[in-house]
């Protein structure tokens, strides 16, 4: 498998902005999916935003328009651009990245979490 390091996570006060990162290392050839889920206070897991490859972006409801999904594919980074965050955002966040190893085989990983609070 193919580590990922999420970061970014903070406390942060309502109306802010956050950029989380999630770096892949080892022989990547490419990505082909990706995506940003977080897990609220007591509650399951939910997607945020993914990226595929020759499809569409696909963002929760609850971020349309306040969040944006990129990536740099040169340093293998996905990003989650998060702006107008509010209490409910508080979570702790986990990115997923599927893809090619150089040998060819597929790999399919997720980062540690990153926590984000949104509190004043």
């Known amino acids: 498998q193919v580590p990922l390091v999420a970061s970014g996570g903070c406390l942060v006060q309502p109306g802010g902005s956050l950029r989380l990162s999630c770096a892949a290392s080892?022989?990547?050839?490419?990505?082909?999916?990706m995506g940003w889920y977080r897990q609220p206070p007591g509650k399951q897991r939910e997607l945020v935003a993914i990226?595929?490859?020759?499809?569409?972006?696909t963002y929760a409801d609850s971020a349309k328009g306040r969040f944006t999904i990129s990536r740099d594919n040169a340093k293998n980074t996905v990003y989650l651009q998060m702006n107008s965050l509010k209490s409910e955002d508080t979570a702790v966040y986990y990115c997923?990245?599927?893809?090619?190893?150089?040998?060819?085989?597929?790999?399919?990983?997720w980062g540690q979490g990153t926590q984000v609070t949104v509190s004043s």
């Open positions: 997923n990245i599927q893809g090619r190893l150089a040998d060819g085989k597929f790999f399919d990983s």
């Open positions: 080892g022989r990547l050839v490419s990505m082909s999916f």
């Open positions: 990226f595929r490859i020759g499809s569409s972006t």
